[in-house]
C-alpha cells in the first residue's frame, strides 16, 4: 500500500469537493497536487524488461505509431486538401506541451462540452480540413494522438480547472469512487487502495494517464486511454461507456487532475 | 448443517428480499427454508449436496471462482497468485465451515469496505456487465464445493 499516494487521493478529493464552493467565482482554479505526495507513473511498477522497451525508441515499439502520425500530420485530407503542418507548421515546437493540457473545456463549440486530444483532433478535421472524422481507435486517429502526445514527451500534466469543467470533473470522482459490475469493485479499490500489489499475475498501477496513446504487449498494439477502461471495465464485469463517451472523458478529467505533476511519456509500454 | 446430506436452499421472496444474507442465514442455520404458510410460488429452487473438495478446487483455481486473482493457495502449485487478499494457507484450520461460507456469501459483514466479491449476490450492484447481469458469480453447489475444499486447506 502506497500511503503517500492514498494522502494525494484525498487532498485530490479534497480539490474537488471543495470545486462546489468555487461555483460562482468566473475565475480559472488551478489544481495541483501537494507538494509532498507526487503521484507515481505506471512505468513505475513495470517490469525492468518492459521499462527497458519503454526507454529506448529503437526498440519501443509505440514509436512506429508514433511515426505514422509524423506521416499523417504531413498528409492533405478532406475536401480542403489541407494537412495539419500547414497550419501548425513544426509540430515539435506548435504541439510542445498542448497534451498536457488535455481534456479541455471546448470553448469554440456551442455548448461548451468536454473534448480530448483525440476530439480536437477531429475538430480540426471538419472545422478546418473538412474531412471525415477519425474513429476511436482506428489507426490514423491512435497515430496522430500518439504523434501530437509524443511532442509533450517529458513535459509535467497540468490542469485548470474553470466553471465548464468543474461539472464533468465531479462527475468523473464520482465514477472513480463507484463500486459496479458484477465484482462490485471501483477504480480506487484497485488503483489508490491496492497500488504496488498483484492481480493474479499483474502488479496494479496508481492508474495513471500520463503514457498513452500506450503499447501494450497484450494489445500487440497502441490503444487509447479509453480502450484501457474497457479493459478494466471488463475486468469487474461491468458495462462499459462508449469509447469518447461523456462518463469516459469525465474519468479521463479525474485522472488527469490525479496526474498533475507527472511527465508525459507516450509512447509508454506495459505488458 | 454439514451434517445434512441434502441441503435445499429456497430462494423464496424472503431470500430474495435479504438478498444474500437470506440466503446465507438459511445456510448458516442449518435446516431447509421454512415453508412459511403463504408462501407465494418461489422461483425454481437451488439444490445443493454436500459440497465436493475437489470440485471446489477447480472453481477456486478456474475462470468460476478466480480466488487467485487476490489469494495465493500455495498447494494449487498454480504459477500466478495475487496478494490483494491474504494466504488462504489453513484456511480451513482457521475458519469454521460457516464462517468460510459467510466469508463467501457475503463478505461485507465481517468487513464493510471490503473488496471481495460477494458471490451469491445478484441485487444492489451497479452497471453489471449484460453477459452476468442477473446471475451471481457462484451458484450455490459450486459455494458448498468451495467451502468444502477451503475446509481441507489446514
Known amino acids: ?271 | 448443517m454439514k451434517n445434512s446430506n441434502h441441503l435445499r436452499i429456497s430462494l423464496s421472496e424472503n431470500a430474495e428480499r435479504m438478498g444474500a444474507v437470506g440466503v446465507t442465514l438459511l445456510a448458516l442455520a442449518g435446516c431447509a427454508a421454512p415453508a412459511r404458510p403463504n408462501a407465494p410460488a418461489s422461483p425454481p429452487d437451488a439444490i445443493t449436496t454436500p459440497g465436493d473438495p475437489s470440485r471446489g478446487r477447480d472453481v477456486v483455481m478456474g475462470r468460476d471462482g478466480n480466488c487467485l486473482l487476490c489469494h495465493a493457495i500455495p498447494e494449487t502449485g498454480a504459477r500466478f497468485m495475487g496478494d490483494l487478499g491474504p494466504p488462504l494457507a489453513g484456511a480451513g484450520a482457521r475458519l469454521s465451515a460457516a464462517q468460510l461460507r459467510m466469508r463467501l456469501i457475503d463478505p461485507q459483514r465481517s468487513n464493510p469496505d471490503t473488496i471481495m466479491p460477494a458471490y451469491a449476490r445478484i441485487d444492489g450492484l451497479t452497471r453489471v456487465g449484460k453477459a452476468w447481469r442477473g446471475k451471481p458469480i457462484l451458484g450455490a453447489q459450486q459455494i458448498e464445493d468451495v467451502v468444502a475444499y477451503l475446509g481441507t486447506l489446514r
Open chain 1, 1 to 271: 500500500m502506497n500511503a503517500n499516494f492514498s494522502t494525494f487521493a484525498r487532498a485530490a478529493l479534497y480539490v474537488v469537493a471543495g470545486l462546489g464552493c468555487l461555483g460562482n467565482s468566473p475565475s480559472a482554479t488551478s489544481a495541483s497536487p501537494m507538494s509532498n505526495a507526487l503521484p507515481k507513473s505506471g512505468s513505475t511498477y513495470a517490469s525492468a524488461e518492459i521499462r527497458a522497451l519503454q526507454a529506448d525508441d529503437a526498440s519501443n515499439p509505440g514509436m512506429l505509431w508514433v511515426a505514422d502520425g509524423q506521416a499523417l500530420w504531413n498528409e492533405v485530407a478532406g475536401s480542403q486538401a489541407k494537412s495539419c503542418a500547414q497550419c501548425h507548421v513544426v509540430a515539435a515546437t506548435s504541439m510542445k506541451g498542448v497534451a498536457t493540457r488535455y481534456p479541455q473545456i471546448d470553448k469554440h463549440a456551442t455548448v461548451p462540452t468536454l473534448i480530448n486530444l483525440e476530439g480536437r483532433v477531429n475538430f480540426c478535421r471538419i472545422r478546418h480540413q473538412a474531412a471525415p472524422t477519425l474513429a476511436y481507435e482506428s489507426p490514423a486517429l491512435l497515430a496522430l494522438t500518439a504523434y501530437v502526445t509524443h511532442q509533450s514527451r517529458g513535459l509535467v500534466r497540468r490542469l485548470t480547472i474553470d466553471d465548464e469543467s468543474r461539472a464533468y470533473l465531479q462527475r468523473g470522482a464520482a465514477l472513480y469512487q463507484q463500486r459496479m459490475g458484477q465484482m462490485n469493485l471501483a477504480c480506487t479499490h484497485c488503483h489508490d487502495q491496492n497500488a504496488g500489489k498483484t492481480l493474479l499475475a499483474e502488479k496494479i498501477s496508481e492508474g495513471h494517464p500520463n503514457g498513452y496513446p500506450i503499447y501494450r504487449l497484450e494489445w500487440q498494439g497502441v490503444g487509447s486511454l479509453h480502450r484501457r477502461f474497457r479493459s478494466c471495465f471488463a475486468g469487474v464485469r461491468a458495462e462499459p461507456f462508449a469509447p469518447g463517451s461523456d462518463e469516459y472523458l469525465a474519468l479521463e478529467l479525474y485522472l488527469a487532475l490525479r496526474a498533475v505533476g507527472l511527465a508525459v511519456e507516450t509512447p509508454a509500454v506495459r505488458r
